[in-house]
């Protein structure tokens, strides 16, 4: 089985990845999976992946709650990182917008540093603003990357939808 520390591999379709009691599978292939973490911001975002990126990605979690979206933004970055290293690319970036709101991400896998800036313009309705920076640096942590975001939400509804469409952009211009 599968350890449950701090390590990734590939697989005949993506790669597995663990953090903790964390364990992810990103898979290259469409699947549906149906996360129950615990936390809404990121059920949400594993649920949409695979309409708005490369991948899909199945999430096991054991242990302490306060845990889970640390260990399983890592775990993902972890996975991501270990598949980055078959991609031409080391930088992308996607703008994502409906006229009203708009949503960048841009990734750095080369640069020197590691970590997230985020800037969050609007008050969410869905969601805690800590959960998306917590998810996005922890995310960097495990990708040993540069995540850079401008998230405007405006008045638009979806708001978790809204921001998965604009890093699966990211992940589609990276990975293609």
């Given amino acids: 089985m599968f350890g449950f520390r701090r390590e990734a591999r590939l697989t005949e379709d993506g790669a597995e990845a663990s953090k903790g009691k964390v364990r992810v599978e990103i898979s290259r292939s469409p699947k549906e999976w149906n996360p129950k973490t615990g936390n809404a ?7 949409s992946f695979p309409d708005n990126s490369p991948f899909s990605v199945m999430i096991e979690t054991g242990g302490q709650e306060d845990r889970i979206l640390e260990d399983s933004g890592f775990a993902i970055g972890l996975g991501l990182k270990k598949l980055s290293g078959g991609s031409q690319k080391d930088q992308a970036s996607y703008i994502h917008t409906d006229g009203k709101r708009m949503c960048m991400f841009s990734l750095n896998l080369s640069g020197d540093i590691k970590g997230s800036t985020i800037q969050l313009i609007g008050k969410p309705k869905e969601f805690d603003p800590k959960d998306l920076f917590v998810f996005f640096d922890s995310l960097s942590q495990g990708m040993e990357s540069e995540i850079s975001g ?5 008045k638009g509804k979806k ?15 990276m990975f293609g």
């Fill in 41 to 47: 911001f990121l059920d949400r975002m594993i649920e």
């Fill in 159 to 173: 708001e978790i939808e809204f921001v998965s469409q604009a890093f699966g952009g990211s992940l589609r211009q």
């Fill in 150 to 154: 401008v998230i405007n939400l405006g």
